[in-house]
């Protein structure tokens, strides 16, 4: 007789959603599932035996201690969300590696179906695809790379209006908004023309995707000043001690502010990557510029005003380099236009 285990309280997990073809759906794996199959036992007149206790020992010897933490206490800090959060633990974020920003290009996936290559390529649920969003990404980029030339071609100062945003695309995955990374297609070719080239990212967010790509490109300085990203998108990267590696050891700097910081901190910041991107020797600059520090911007945790906007401007302005500016986040809709102005006053002197 074959023997048969099963504990009831297996059926007390009950999940109510996934995502399927882009759309919330009922859950599958549903509690009656082993009602029926416990049926099937008793059908065949199969005894189902409770399993004993074993201890985690067992499961440690395949599992990583924090990853089975992290399951063990994954509902009881979902209750520390706002009221109005899911019914459920459900990420939205799907980090593109361990974090660790030596980890730079993927292998190309096996998958060669659209679903496998889905979750390959978009890294997290903000970055759906319509049937004109190509057309705008590629335009977004077309658009940076036009302000690149005319900054290669002597123009001194460009704007790029890009939409969809860039920064935190890596060169192999969307994320956040971000399918190709502007700021960093217009610094390769800038650097084609000057050499040296800085990105200075102001945007709330660290430019994750842009920190990759260059990571270990000893010609390009990447430095961003963003909110701490402990507790905040893009989480993975963005920290203090990310300075590049191999032979752009040295030229990537985060400057990450706390939560709630002012135009004190950011103005703070700014002083240390101008120094920076001066010792760097930087022959052109390219600005990733969001006004999601704005502390109207629906998804902020940083206090700008928008007539604080002007002191990046006028930082930009005294490092007095070629420069493309390139336009990045920034979703409060009523204050995007002080803000750009407020910059574009300070850049002006
Ligand atoms: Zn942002």
């Not at 009656?32 to 199959?37: A, V």
């Not at 610094?187 to 000057?194: C, D, E, S, T, V």
């Not at 109207?296 to 700008?304: F, H, K, S, T, W």
């Not at 302005?317 to 979703?331: A, C, F, N």
């Amino acid at each position: 007789m074959m023997r048969a285990f099963y504990h009831p309280d297996q059926a007390l997990h009950a999940p109510q959603q996934y995502m399927r073809f882009g759309r919330v759906v009922r859950a599958r794996d549903l509690p009656e599932r082993t009602e029926r199959l416990l049926q099937a036992l008793a059908g065949r007149g199969i005894p189902v035996e409770t399993p004993p206790p074993v201890g985690m020992d067992p499961i440690l010897a395949v599992h990583t201690a924090d990853y089975v933490e992290f399951l063990r206490t994954a509902w009881d800090q979902w209750q520390t969300l706002p009221e109005d959060r899911g019914p459920e633990v459900w990420p939205a974020t799907f980090p593109y590696w361990s974090g660790r920003p030596e980890r730079r290009a993927r292998p190309a996936p096996r998958p060669t179906g659209l679903l496998g290559r889905l979750g390959w390529y978009l890294g997290d649920m903000s970055v759906p695809l319509d049937a004109h969003s190509w057309t705008s990404i590629r335009q977004s980029a077309e658009t940076a790379v036009a302000g690149a030339e005319a900054v290669a071609d002597g123009a001194g100062l460009a704007y790029a209006l890009c939409r969809p945003s860039g920064h935190h695309a890596r060169a192999d995955r969307a994320s956040g908004f971000c399918y190709l990374n502007n700021s960093a297609i217009a610094a390769a070719r800038l650097a084609l023309r000057f050499g040296r080239v800085a990105v200075l990212d102001v945007d709330a967010h660290h430019g994750d995707g842009t920190q990759q790509i260059f990571y270990d490109r000893p010609d390009v300085l990447t430095a961003s000043i963003h909110a701490d990203p402990a507790d905040y998108y893009p989480f993975y990267t963005g920290y203090a001690d990310e300075a590049g590696a191999g032979a752009g050891a040295g030229a990537n700097l985060n400057l990450p502010l706390p939560h709630g910081s002012g135009t004190g901190a950011m103005q703070a910041a700014l002083q240390l990557a101008a120094e920076a991107i001066r010792k760097f020797d930087a022959r052109a600059l390219v600005v990733a510029l969001g006004f999601d520090a704005h502390r109207a911007d629906p998804i902020g945790v940083l206090a700008l005003d928008s007539g604080d906007f002007a002191a990046i401007g006028e930082a930009v302005s005294r490092l007095d380099l070629p420069t493309l500016i390139v336009q990045e986040g920034g979703y409060g809709i009523d204050v995007l236009d002080p803000s750009l102005t407020a910059f574009l006053q300070g850049l002006g002197g």
